[in-house]
């Protein structure tokens, strides 16, 4: 039955195949932007930081931007990839259930000698490849940025950097399975999981900003997201939050082996 | 054994009626017609066949397996074509069979190509791309091209051209021929005229009626019209047992007939009959009766 997983897996990524230029390449690019332009900007902005309040730098992330890997972390890993590497994962995972329940392709695949349990791990192991193809083409345009621009980053902590956000975006395809037990709309499972994104980073951002708050933090994966690209993975944090995705995926797939496929 | 089982099937959907007690056995190697108009619980029984759907209660076996905990291993055995078939915009058919082949443990494509020329399906295309006949036909391909032992076809000719639906009729023939269970939902009555052993007639969420053909169209009231020398022998139709809708305009009569015309006959043979035309019914008239005699 292994070949069943493996042909799922397959047919998933053929059809998501534009996707990994399509979301790998704008982020890589826009990544590979900022590290280029770090060494003329470098001055100006150590200058400027110095001047914001220390919640704020301690909220966003931003510490003393004297290398461009510190720069790289507060401009790009801390919000803008996480964020649409966990909107990537909801809507790759989605698109193989609802989305196929919606074109009718999930009434074809359940014709055949298939589990609902292995149509949802092949969605969740096809968008864990999908997410790392993305997350490897980010970090690959953002090395060949600082090769050109010789803004020396080094490859270690930058490949940590962009590693670290796999997790966590993972949990949300975990999170987008669970979605699907409920609904069977794409529009409803990406925007309920998208709303959960947005609100667990507001929540991680209330608590770093309000230390009597700091307890919300714990109910939000971003509190164990890091900066791996100063402080290398922590790997606790990253197989904690690994295994979370894949017990949530678990949970996922027992609700919809429960719940009706709607005609 | 039947190769379909079903045992009071019902599915309720909050306060939406689904279906209701279908109590229902098809034979190995029988074409089993299920007749009904739009939403009266045909694809609801079908899906709920295939635990697409969990029923509220009742049971459904296939293959003497039941539906829900042995669903796998009952699908190996089955081809389906879905009401409204859709496989997406991008994929081609032959991708489509390709996956499936490979889902069923199958090397190549089976009789996928042949199929494919028989019924000139482009499995090149996207699907996006075709009609809505030409994906029917693709739908077609993937739930036969396995050769399974139980077919089940929901609204099956819907999109087909009339040349398309005579090679999906002949299709079925020869699927029996070969020993294969066939299961057809449809409210085209002509094409299960033509091709089913029996019918189940639903209505409402419930099983109304489950005929063999030939006694089904034999229930049926036929259209008879009929011309004599001598019209004064007309009037005795009227009251006549199985004799109903009598018209008579001088020397012509028509009137619908149930039963034998043994009766009939008899009454007209002294009067010098002309002509006489006995239309056979469609089953759409005998569909329609049932509703009748149902609402009555």
């Given at each position: ?102 074109s009718g392709r999930l009434d074809v695949l359940l014709s055949s ?150 005609a | ?25 098809v034979?190995?190697?029988e074409v089993f017609g299920f007749l009904g108009p739009n939403g009266a619980g045909k694809t609801t029984t079908i899906r709920?066949l295939l635990?697409l ?25 089955l081809g389906n074509l879905p009401g409204d078939f859709g496989y997406g915009r991008e994929a081609s058919g032959r991708e489509a069979v390709r996956l499936l082949a ?7 494509s089976g009789r996928a190509e042949a199929l494919a020329e028989r019924f000139r399906a482009d499995l090149d295309r996207p699907l996006g791309q075709l009609s809505r006949g030409n994906r029917q036909k693709v739908g077609l391909i993937l739930a036969t091209f396995h050769e399974p032992?139980l077919l089940i076809l929901d609204e099956p000719t819907g999109g087909l051209d009339p040349l398309m639906q005579e090679e999906f009729l002949a299709l079925v023939a020869e699927e029996r021929e070969r020993?294969c269970t066939v299961f057809i939902s449809s409210h085209d009555l002509d094409e299960v005229q033509r091709v089913c052993d029996r019918v189940g007639i639903v ?10 053909m ?68 469609s089953l759409e008239e005998v569909f ?9």
């Amino acid at each position: 039955m292994g070949s069943q997983l493996a042909a799922l897996v397959g047919a998933h990524l053929s059809d998501r195949r534009r996707s990994v230029l399509a979301w790998g390449l704008p982020l890589g690019l826009m990544s590979a932007f900022i590290v280029a332009i770090f060494p003329s900007v470098q001055g100006a902005l150590s200058q400027a930081i110095e001047k914001y309040p220390s919640g704020l730098k301690e909220a966003f992330g931003i510490g003393e931007l004297s290398n461009v890997e510190q720069y790289l972390h507060a401009e790009m890993l801390s919000l803008i990839v996480p964020l649409a590497a966990g909107y990537l994962a909801v809507r790759a995972v989605a698109s193989g259930l609802s989305g196929a329940a919606e074109s009718g392709r999930l009434d074809v695949l359940l014709s055949s000698p298939l589990s609902r349990g292995r149509l949802c791990a092949a969605g969740f192991l096809a968008t864990a490849i999908e997410l790392a193809a993305v997350l490897a083409v980010d970090a690959l345009l953002t090395g060949l940025g600082s090769v050109l621009s010789g803004a020396d980053l080094a490859a270690g902590p930058t490949l940590a950097g962009f590693a670290s956000v796999w997790p966590l975006a993972l949990l949300f395809a975990g999170l987008g399975i669970v979605a699907c037990g409920f609904s069977l709309r794409t529009s409803v499972v990406t925007g309920s999981v998208a709303g959960v994104l947005v609100a667990m980073y507001v929540i991680d951002l209330i608590g770093k900003l309000d230390p009597g708050l700091s307890g919300v933090r714990y109910v939000s994966v971003f509190k164990y997201y890091g900066n791996a690209i100063e402080d290398g993975i922590d790997p606790l944090a990253f197989c904690g939050v690994t295994a979370a995705a894949v017990v949530l995926a678990a949970i996922g797939s027992w609700l919809f082996d429960g719940r009706d496929i709607s005609a | 054994m039947p190769v379909i089982e079903t045992e009071g099937l019902t599915k309720i959907y909050g306060n939406h009626r689904g279906i209701e007690e279908v109590t229902i056995a098809v034979e190995a190697g029988e074409v089993f017609g299920f007749l009904g108009p739009n939403g009266a619980g045909k694809t609801t029984t079908i899906r709920t066949l295939l635990d697409l759907i969990h029923p509220s209660s009742g049971t459904a076996r296939i293959f003497g397996l039941d539906s829900q905990r042995e669903s796998v291993a009952i699908r190996a055995r089955l081809g389906n074509l879905p009401g409204d078939f859709g496989y997406g915009r991008e994929a081609s058919g032959r991708e489509a069979v390709r996956l499936l082949a490979r889902l069923r443990g199958i090397d190549g494509s089976g009789r996928a190509e042949a199929l494919a020329e028989r019924f000139r399906a482009d499995l090149d295309r996207p699907l996006g791309q075709l009609s809505r006949g030409n994906r029917q036909k693709v739908g077609l391909i993937l739930a036969t091209f396995h050769e399974p032992e139980l077919l089940i076809l929901d609204e099956p000719t819907g999109g087909l051209d009339p040349l398309m639906q005579e090679e999906f009729l002949a299709l079925v023939a020869e699927e029996r021929e070969r020993g294969c269970t066939v299961f057809i939902s449809s409210h085209d009555l002509d094409e299960v005229q033509r091709v089913c052993d029996r019918v189940g007639i639903v209505r409402a969420g419930k099983l109304i009626a489950v005929e063999r053909m030939a006694d089904l169209l034999g229930k049926a009231r036929r259209k008879v019209t009929v011309r004599v020398a001598d019209p004064s022998g007309l009037e005795e139709l009227r009251g006549l047992e199985g004799v109903s809708e009598l018209q008579i305009d001088g020397t012509q009569a028509t009137f619908r007939v149930v039963g034998d015309f043994d009766g009939v006959v008899r009454t007209l043979a002294p009067h010098h009959v002309l002509d006489l035309e006995a239309v056979h019914p469609s089953l759409e008239e005998v569909f329609l009766g049932y509703y009748r005699e149902e609402g009555e």
